[in-house]
């Protein structure tokens, strides 16, 4: 239920804060709060990736994708995510996320998020996704130009190249002879 509160109050409040630009960060706080705790007394490792997606919501609202293509009927999907867990978050602690769009190709978007403690690193991302319409997914220029930008991606950098080469190597089924 708190879930789901967060996602509402943040869907909201992206409404209402400035437009930001593809090549902008969207920055988000949040609280931990009881249901946010592990059996270790600090946040749980999945509620990263929660506070995360918040992040991309935040984002992806603010600079336009999310919005329009919702208005006509595609909605984002979550292909893959890495994750690098640097030191813990405790119970009723203030945190910040930030998001950013690192960048697409002919498929997917690639997004980093940062999980911050009074500036210091907690956890850092990176998430494939993509939006997908009733004929399956769409390339990433048509959303880019939906929301109404007309730029390129940015060149993504070498380790999250490196990074989707080794998934695409390692979950390819391959076929025998």
Sequence with gaps: ???????????VHALFRSKLRLSDESRV??????NDIDANLHMNNGRYLT???LGRLDLTMRCGLLRQSLRV???????????????????LERFEVTSRI??????WFYFEHRGEVAGR????AWVKGLFRGK?????PTE???????????????????KWVESEREAFTPKISP
Excluded: N, Y
């Excluded at 239920?1 to 869907?11: E, P």
């Excluded at 959303?143 to 190249?161: C, K, N, T």
């Design 29 to 34: 706080s949040f609280l931990t709060l009881p």
């Design 51 to 53: 506070f995360m997606d």
């Design 73 to 91: 009927g595609q909605f984002p999907v979550v292909g893959s995510t890495m994750v690098r867990f640097v030191r813990s978050v405790a119970h």
């Design 135 to 139: 004929g399956g997914a769409i390339a």
């Design 143 to 161: 959303i880019v130009a939906l929301a109404g930008w007309s730029e390129s991606s940015p060149e993504l950098p070498d380790a999250l190249r």
């Design 121 to 124: 690193l907690c956890a850092i």
């Design 102 to 107: 690192l960048g697409w190709d002919e498929k």
């Design 1 to 11: 239920m708190i879930a789901f509160v967060r996602f509402v109050a943040c869907l």
